[in-house]
């Protein structure tokens, strides 16, 4: 079954994050999250969810996945994003009333890990924000489906996201 949660709305012109638990029935646009729900100690597969944020504005659109995740989740405590898909690279953001630590790191892998306590980690595959709708939704399907161990760069190249390496 397909659930759509949109997140709180923070104002403006920002809509909310869409956070689905699958791919098929509900269409794929930017600003629309994916979490598997199995939460199990033992996940199969590389990726428990895919994002494809509007942009790469990371201050209007981080804290909107943020707040998707907490009404499932429970409290975010941190977030490793990798610095090269975003324009700017602040530490903490304030979401909901509470910090929120980024980690950066300059692998350029299209990858996120979403800390939700010491030890729970949730990995995302993040679509760059010019993806096709057709390509990103390949992406997410791909990224989400279970017994997948493609790398976010795979993903991304198999899409047609990403060129494929130089030979």
């Known amino acids: 079954?397909?659930?759509?949660?949109?997140?709180?709305?923070r104002g403006g012109d920002r809509a909310p994050v869409l956070l689905l638990s699958d791919t098929r029935s509900r269409p794929i646009t930017p600003g629309v999250a994916v979490l598997r729900m199995e939460t199990t100690s033992s996940r199969e597969g590389t990726f428990d969810g895919a994002w494809?944020?509007?942009s790469r504005d990371v201050a209007s659109q981080l804290p909107l996945l943020i707040d998707a995740l907490v009404d499932r989740l429970g409290p975010v405590a941190r977030v490793g994003l990798d610095a090269s898909a975003w324009d700017d690279a602040p530490r903490h953001l304030m979401v909901g009333g509470r910090t929120v630590r980024i980690d950066w790191s300059a692998v350029g892998d299209g990858t996120?890990?979403?800390?939700?306590?010491h030890h729970d980690h949730f990995s995302f595959l993040v679509?760059?924000?010019l993806a096709t709708p057709a390509a990103a939704h390949a992406a997410m399907t791909m990224a989400v489906q279970d017994g997948n161990y493609a790398s976010a760069e795979q993903i991304l190249r198999d899409t047609g996201i990403a060129p494929a390496p130089p030979v």
């Open 1 to 9: 079954m397909t659930s759509g949660v949109p997140a709180r709305d």
């Open 52 to 54: 494809w944020p509007r």
């Open 112 to 117: 996120m890990i979403v800390t939700r306590g």
């Open 127 to 129: 679509i760059p924000p």
